[in-house]
């Protein structure tokens, strides 16, 4: 339980609650470690699990345990017990969804793991954020997208480095070759990280480490969870791979097209460094993650060839699903955020989304999502 | 010194270990990383360096030695 002025690098303080499951536990996080009442899951009321605002709050909470935890929270309930158990319980709903999202995968033909990587990408064709980013965001726009994704970068590259004491051989090797580049090669102020948080300052946002948690809806807690269940199980790791995979071959094209969006909204050169910096070292990242990473792994280890195409699909699913999530509030004249204020609902009227998504996102849509 | 150059499959040429990249007249390039892809498509907006385009233009190339087919 360190506390620290810097909010820089967490820990957070803890979000507010979103649900009878997640104000349980928010509520037990500030006392010391003690036992969860056992049927706490069984109030997740059903919806879908990835919109789910009290499942996925829940599982951040959990999660976020094992990265820089909480401010104010007792390490020890890392691995108390009753929480793990919920968390358990969280995961189990959260996975079956996700695998009924990602559909079933394309059978690898010859070991040819880098082609069948680059199938599942070229399938993708989810609405072109990216592009809406590019062409026509308003600054407000920019900076909301900004905020969802500062729950990623502010600790980008961390979900997968659980990976690297579960590989031996050359997918760690090529992992580690990933890595250190998203680590700015040990350099502070080359971590991609820490140049997000620049992109923050010159949008006059906020650079603390989650600060963004209460404003940011499930589905971008889901894209990070996902990554957090992925590299908390050994049993995952070729779906950790895989994620990373897509997530590197996803990356050049549309980060090229964020940078130019923020120029076009008079942006200088510190603000877009981050997105220019990932155009050319992602390019690098995606052929070492699809052949050497990914193509190593299942070398070793060929029965988890699946996994690692999963893994891609779920990225980009849950990725389509934030797309179409931010562009349908923005399409409605809506925040894609969540209401300021603690305990402030969240109304999403069907009808209007489904408005929302006739010719406009329509015409958005592209071959790629990259 | 010891450097490798290696094609990856329909993408960039992919260089590592101890290199220098140099214009013609000598100055050097900053690589900005320790490994680095040099765009062989044509088409990367960042020459010399690869930026994901020759997936744009489906670019096709081959991992090996090419020899030419007899005629
Ligand atoms: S080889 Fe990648 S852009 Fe030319
Ligand atoms: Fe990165
Ligand atoms: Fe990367």
Redesign the pocket.
């Known amino acids: 339980m360190v506390e620290s002025g810097d909010r820089r690098y967490g820990p957070a303080p803890l979000p507010q609650p979103r649900g009878p499951v997640s104000a349980a536990l928010h509520d037990a996080l500030t006392s010391a470690p003690h036992d969860l009442p056992a049927d706490l899951a069984s109030e997740f009321d059903g919806v879908d699990p990835i919109d789910d605002e009290d499942l996925q709050l829940t599982l951040f909470l959990c999660y976020e345990l094992h990265y820089r935890g909480w401010r104010g929270v007792d390490d020890r309930w890392e691995w108390q017990p009753s929480l793990i158990a919920l968390r358990s319980r969280a995961e189990a709903v959260f996975e079956a969804a996700v695998r009924v999202l990602a559909g079933p995968q394309p059978p690898l033909l010859d070991g040819r793991m880098a082609s069948a990587l680059a199938a599942v990408v070229a399938a993708d064709d989810g609405p072109a954020l990216s592009a809406y980013l590019q062409r026509r965001a308003t600054h407000e726009q920019f900076r909301e997208f900004v905020m969802h994704r500062s729950i990623y970068h502010l600790r980008e590259?961390d979900p997968h480095s659980w990976a690297l004491p579960r590989l031996g051989g050359p997918a760690k090797a090529a992992l580690v070759e990933?890595q250190v580049?998203?680590y700015g090669g040990g350099r502070l102020d080359r971590m991609?990280a820490e140049l997000f948080r620049v992109t923050l300052e010159r949008l006059g946002l906020d650079t603390g480490y989650g600060a963004y948690l209460d404003a940011v809806p499930a589905v971008t807690l889901a894209g990070n969870n996902l990554m957090s269940l992925f590299g908390l199980h050994r049993r995952l790791r070729g779906a950790l791979l895989g994620h990373l995979a897509a997530?590197?071959m996803t990356?050049s094209l549309p980060n090229r097209r964020y940078g130019r969006g923020l120029r076009r909204l008079g942006l200088d050169e510190a603000a877009t460094r981050f997105y220019d910096e990932?155009v050319e070292?992602?390019a690098v990242?995606e052929q070492i993650a699809a052949h050497d990473m990914c193509g190593g792994l299942v070398r070793v280890e060929p029965h988890l060839a699946a996994d690692v195409l999963f893994g891609a699909s779920a990225a980009l699913a849950l990725d389509r699903l934030f797309a179409a999530w931010t562009l349908n509030s923005w399409q409605a004249g809506r925040s894609s955020l969540r209401p300021h204020g603690p305990g402030a609902p969240i109304t999403l009227h069907v009808d209007e989304l489904h408005r929302a998504t006739g010719s406009e996102t329509a015409s958005l849509m592209t071959g790629l999502a990259c | 010194m010891t450097s490798t150059i290696t094609p990856y499959e329909d993408g960039p040429l992919i260089v590592r270990g101890d290199f220098e990249l140099r214009t013609p007249d000598g100055t050097s390039i900053a690589p900005g990383r320790a490994t680095i892809a040099l765009c062989r498509c044509g088409k990367s907006a960042i020459n010399p360096f690869c930026d994901g385009t020759h997936k744009m233009i489906n670019f096709r190339a081959g991992a090996d030695r090419d020899t030419p087919k007899p005629r």
């Open positions: 590259a990933i580049d998203e991609h997530y590197e990356s990932h070292a992602d990242h």
